[in-house]
């Protein structure tokens, strides 16, 4: 594998996984109450335990994308290429 697929690769991955956090994020702001009462019916959690278990996801996400995607794109894009 080149370094150009391996760019590639990384890259769509890192997209893939920031379109993945915005669809996340707006379903939660849309509809995150009715997902609330599904869950609350089925297990007892609140609000508050709700509310930090989406934003701690939503980090864990971000952080795997960041760590996972961008920075071996960043390490592919910005070595320098041989001769």
Do not use: C, Q
């Not at 071996?72 to 070595?79: E, G, M, Q, V």
Request: no cysteine.
């Amino acid at each position: 594998m080149d370094a150009r697929f391996m760019a590639g690769f990384f890259l769509r991955g890192f997209i893939y996984g920031v379109v993945l956090l915005i669809l996340w994020f707006l379903l939660y702001l849309l509809v995150g109450d009715w997902v609330l009462d599904i869950h609350s019916s089925m297990f007892e959690i609140a609000r508050p335990d709700f509310e930090k278990m989406n934003y701690f996801g939503m980090f864990l996400l971000k952080l795997a994308v960041f760590m996972f995607f961008l920075i071996p794109y960043l390490a592919i894009r910005f070595t320098p290429k041989k001769s």
